[in-house]
């Protein structure tokens, strides 16, 4: 017997609320925060953030604030914040993507509670794992 597991994870219509997100998009090459992973990793409209590639784990990517980084704005009235780089975006859903010839155009995924912390920096891993309402 094969069991394929229908949960809120993987089947929802609409992102579960009160968990940390961040949402790629192919197309635009938008990388959103939403409210909860904004407010867990102190983002702010003066925050700019690294994106970075463990490059012996290429499923393991991670967010980093940085002084050089990319500048993020703030969605007005919802908390939550983003930029633009179709790069970043495109190398992320095709290391995720496998053997699947589908490209993924968007997707969403958690982010780990607490950061891995190297050299007194905080880097909060994007549990890619876990994909979110894959489109």
Partial sequence: MRLTEYNPM????VSPSGMELVRLSRRAGLIKFNR?????????????VTILQDADNPED?????????????????????MFNNIVI????????NGDSK??????????????????????WLILTRGKINAK
């Fill in 89 to 96: 975006c495109r190398k992320l859903l095709d290391s995720i």
């Fill in 102 to 123: 589908r490209k993924i155009l968007s997707c969403s995924f958690k982010i780990a509670n607490t950061p891995v912390i190297i050299d007194g920096k905080e880097y």
């Fill in 36 to 48: 909860c992973a904004s407010e867990r990793i102190g983002l702010t409209e003066k925050t700019q």
């Fill in 10 to 13: 993987n089947s929802s219509t």
């Fill in 61 to 81: 990517w991670y967010i980093y604030k940085s002084v050089d980084g990319f500048k993020i704005m703030n969605e007005k009235g919802r908390g939550s914040h």
